[in-house]
């Protein structure tokens, strides 16, 4: 019951959040599918299940989770190999079998080990790489899908020249909605929210999805003398009745069970899906602004059992995704509800009004979606990089810029090479030790926290940990005292950990702690 009572407490923020990375999720969903080879409802399955069945699961507060550009390539290629959708649904619920013995196993620790400096540069990365794969949409080019995170694109194009093409090719009746819509949404962000609490129940997004569906239709009834093609819509499949509906489910092919390409593949989507979860949970507990710390091997256990359904049912493989987890802050999430509730929405749009979803421009939600990019990657987040020094800036410019050069996986990788270069400097030496406990004459206990002379990035779990299991009512001391180099992403911890003691009624002293300017 009290589960419950927590997980609705703060829906007047989840609820509107929700609304938002519904339609956010809509066109993604259909974007991965399209690119991945694979039926366009099995992305919608996907969403269905990683709102509904991951977000109950999941300890997750603020992450969404979905179908992900990331493993659109492997999705492709695989059912090439395999030959067909059902072999590789099969793959499907085998990766999700491989993630849950993962989570049981512990293998969760692995997201402990992604340097700050580079979690902030995936973050700002990808809000770059949103803003440069949305402009063609919000001008009406929509020849790259939707969702698509990948520098080279289908049809010999990359993210720059398809933006060169698509000035060259502008659809008046899109811009129109973009400009509009975008003016809307940046007066509802700096004026209207701050006049009013109705303008924060009511999001900016939900507006700007109605004014471009009704543009749209005057558009279509001449009403305004512009136009939109079909593939400038949002393009759900519309099933007109419910036994319709559930003839687009597709079922594993059991009987390539002993195919050891199927196996092959299945180990590729656990491991591949799991570390783009991780580092989601990472870069969203970074955003989250309560700093709470999602319990990772539950993460695990959460995206094996999505997949297993996903699998079972159709869908695409699932993973924790920045975009709509980005969504979901930007636009006031406060807790797992909302991703759930998302969910919702997916399944009662596909069964209900899929005809009416198929009205909205997708330069409304370019317009959503070039907003949630700028709050990721704001200009003052360069200068606040560089002022932290060489060893935050460069594995940060790195990783930003390997993204937008190649894809989010590998530009991760050459971001955490980078770190892994400065971090190498640091002792490997025992972060910590814990004096005796010691008990007051008031019955609570003082926990003595020493760090070590250098504490590196590598040690941040041992910290985390220590920190974690201190009990509700008690005092702790982090000691500085001896310690000439504490890497940023203990620091951060730190910060953090004083931040979040206050819901534990636990009092946290400091000595020789000097914060970051």
């Known amino acids: 019951m009290e589960m419950k009572k927590n997980m609705f407490k703060e829906l007047k923020s989840d609820l509107p959040a929700s609304i938002v990375v519904f339609f956010v999720a809509v066109p993604l969903c259909l974007g991965i599918a399209l690119a991945s080879g694979?039926?366009?409802?099995?992305?919608?399955?996907?969403?269905?299940?990683?709102?509904?069945?991951?977000?109950?699961?999941?300890?997750?507060?603020?992450?969404?989770?979905?179908?992900?550009?990331?493993?659109?390539?492997?999705?492709?290629t695989s059912i090439a190999t395999l030959g067909s959708w059902p072999t590789f649904l099969l793959a499907v619920v085998i990766a999700g079998i491989l993630q849950l013995i993962m989570g049981f196993a512990k293998a969760g620790f692995i997201a402990y080990f992604f340097p700050s400096s580079v979690i902030k540069g995936m973050l700002t990365g990808i809000g770059l790489l949103i803003i440069l794969k949305q402009i063609p949409h919000a001008i009406g080019y929509d020849k790259d899908a939707e969702g698509d995170d990948a520098f080279l694109q289908l049809g010999g194009e990359n993210t720059f020249s398809a933006i060169s093409k698509a000035f060259e090719l502008i659809t008046p009746g899109a811009v129109l909605i973009a400009a509009i819509s975008l003016g809307i949404l940046i007066f509802w962000d700096k004026v209207l929210?701050?006049?009013?609490?109705?303008?924060?129940?009511?999001?900016?997004?939900?507006?700007?999805?109605?004014?471009?569906?009704?543009?749209?239709?005057?558009?279509?009834?001449?009403?305004?003398?512009?136009?939109?093609?079909?593939?400038?819509?949002?393009?759900?499949?519309?099933?007109?009745s419910l036994s319709e509906f559930f003839t687009q489910f597709t079922f594993p092919d059991f009987s390539q069970?002993?195919?050891?390409?199927?196996?092959?593949?299945?180990?590729?989507?656990?491991?591949?899906?799991?570390?783009?979860?991780?580092?989601?949970?990472?870069?969203?507990?970074?955003?989250?602004?309560y700093k709470r710390v999602t319990p990772t091997n539950r993460e695990l256990k959460a995206q094996g059992l999505g997949n297993v359904v996903s699998g079972l049912i159709g869908g695409l493989p699932i993973t924790q995704v920045i975009v709509r987890s980005t969504a979901n802050i930007t636009f006031g999430g406060k807790t797992k509800m909302s991703a759930i509730l998302h969910g919702v929405f997916l399944l009662i749009s596909a069964i209900t009004i899929a005809g009416l979803m198929n009205m909205i421009p997708l330069a409304s939600l370019a317009a959503i979606l070039l907003m949630v990019g700028y709050k990721l990657a704001k200009p003052a987040l360069f200068k606040q990089m560089y002022k932290q020094g060489w060893e935050q800036f460069i594995p940060f410019t790195a990783t930003v810029v390997a993204i937008l050069l190649t894809d989010l996986l590998k530009g991760i990788t050459i971001g955490i090479l980078f770190g892994i270069f400065y971090t190498l400097r640091h002792s490997y030496r025992n972060?910590?030790?814990?004096?005796?406990?010691?008990?007051?004459?008031?019955?609570?206990?003082?926990?003595?926290?020493?760090?070590?002379?250098?504490?590196?990035?590598?040690?941040?779990?041992?910290?985390?940990?220590?920190?974690?299991?201190?009990?509700?009512?008690?005092?702790?001391?982090?000691?500085?005292?001896?310690s000439k180099s504490i890497a940023y992403d203990v620091i951060e911890i730190i910060q953090n950990y004083k931040i979040n003691a206050k819901a534990k009624n636990i009092t946290v002293e400091t000595i020789n702690f000097i914060e970051p300017k």
């Open 257 to 289: 069970i002993t195919n050891f390409e199927v196996w092959k593949i299945a180990i590729v989507l656990a491991i591949v899906a799991s570390l783009e979860t991780l580092l989601c949970v990472e870069a969203t507990d970074k955003m989250d602004p």
């Open 431 to 482: 972060s910590h030790h814990l004096k005796d406990v010691v008990t007051t004459e008031e019955g609570n206990q003082v926990h003595h926290l020493v760090l070590a002379q250098e504490v590196s990035f590598f040690n941040k779990a041992s910290v985390l940990n220590a920190l974690h299991v201190i009990p509700e009512n008690s005092k702790v001391i982090i000691d500085c005292t001896h």
């Open 193 to 240: 929210t701050k006049k009013h609490k109705i303008f924060q129940l009511i999001q900016g997004p939900l507006v700007v999805v109605i004014l471009g569906i009704a543009m749209n239709y005057m558009y279509q009834n001449g009403i305004l003398n512009f136009s939109l093609d079909k593939d400038q819509v949002v393009q759900l499949p519309v099933a007109h």
């Open 38 to 76: 694979a039926p366009l409802f099995a992305g919608i399955i996907a969403g269905i299940i990683g709102g509904i069945v991951v977000g109950i699961a999941s300890g997750s507060p603020l992450g969404v989770s979905g179908p992900a550009a990331g493993l659109a390539v492997i999705v492709l």
